[in-house]
């Protein structure tokens, strides 16, 4: 007979098992509400501040009015993101997305445990009590607001999203994008902030998170262009995925980078096909052209 000890691990182990390989989609849907976006847009604000979250950011995505994205944190989470250093002040911003389809509005928002694994790796579990902490008053918040709340998009267990990578040959988080390397931080910061108050590249500044004893600073930016930007390329992948944007910069140091357009679409579309993908082939280099205008 096998004593009680050795069942009570094996039982921790089967259940530890079972959540690593539990399947974690990108996006939840709240459900669909009879008011507009603007009521909406209200009752989710009042929602997250009443759970401690700051709403830093919103806008229309592709300057659709139907289309509406709510960028917001908290200190918790920024204290715990600013200790990962390989770019995890990135995961400090989560974002609800609200689509207006008829009389009627879609509430639906990025999933914060999907994103921390992805973008903080094997530092979440230095960090997984106060990141499951946010991530559960982030779904007590908003659950109330709908009657689905249901995952979708696709699913990845958190080992695939830490180790996320489209296709072979194609890159990882680990692989970003070098924008341009300033003389300083502080040099970094002015430039960028100077090009995004002038919208150059046809961009909205959406949002900023700053940790200047960090030297980190975070930047959403809205790409506006018809042509090349989020009007082009969300209709063809995918407006339901909205609250995926803004896309971002970050600035470590005296450097700024962003990441990849086939590591980022895919992470955030991972049911892409490659067929679709391919509608979209020159997106990921017209965005490093933005972003890197706002550097220069």
Request: with cysteine.
């Amino acid at each position: 007979m096998k004593s009680k000890p050795y069942i009570l691990f094996s039982a921790f182990f089967a259940f530890f098992l079972n959540l690593e390989a539990q399947t974690l989609s990108p996006y939840i849907m709240v459900g669909e509400s009879d008011l507009d976006l603007t009521a909406n847009e209200q009752k989710v604000t009042s929602a997250l501040q009443e759970k401690g979250f700051d709403v830093i950011g919103s806008y229309n995505a592709e300057g659709n009015q139907t289309l509406k994205v709510i960028v917001f944190t908290r200190q918790d989470l920024k204290d715990i993101v600013i200790q990962v250093k390989d770019r995890g002040a990135l995961a400090a911003a989560l974002k609800v997305g609200l689509k207006s389809d008829g009389p009627g509005t879609k509430i639906s928002y990025l999933n914060p445990e999907y994103l921390f694994q992805a973008y903080l790796m094997d530092d979440y579990d230095k960090h997984a009590s106060g990141l499951a902490q946010v991530a559960n008053d982030v779904k007590s918040a908003l659950s109330p607001l709908g009657s689905e709340n249901k995952g979708f998009g696709g699913g990845l267990t958190a080992e695939e999203l830490r180790e996320y990578h489209y296709k072979i040959m194609m890159p990882y988080f680990t692989d970003p994008v070098e924008l341009e390397e300033f003389s300083s931080f502080e040099a970094g910061v002015k430039m960028i902030e100077k090009n995004l108050k002038a919208k150059k590249g046809e961009t909205l500044w959406v949002y900023s998170l700053k940790f200047p004893s960090d030297k980190v600073a975070v930047y959403g930016i809205g790409l506006m262009n018809e042509e090349e930007g989020e009007k082009h390329f969300l209709p063809i992948i995918g407006e339901d995925h909205l609250a995926a944007m803004p896309y971002e910069i970050i600035l470590q140091g005296n450097t700024a980078t962003m990441l990849h357009g086939r590591y980022r679409i895919a992470l955030h579309w991972p049911d892409l096909t490659m067929g679709t993908f391919t509608k979209i082939m020159s997106t990921p280099g017209d965005v490093k052209k933005v972003m890197k205008e706002l550097c220069k």
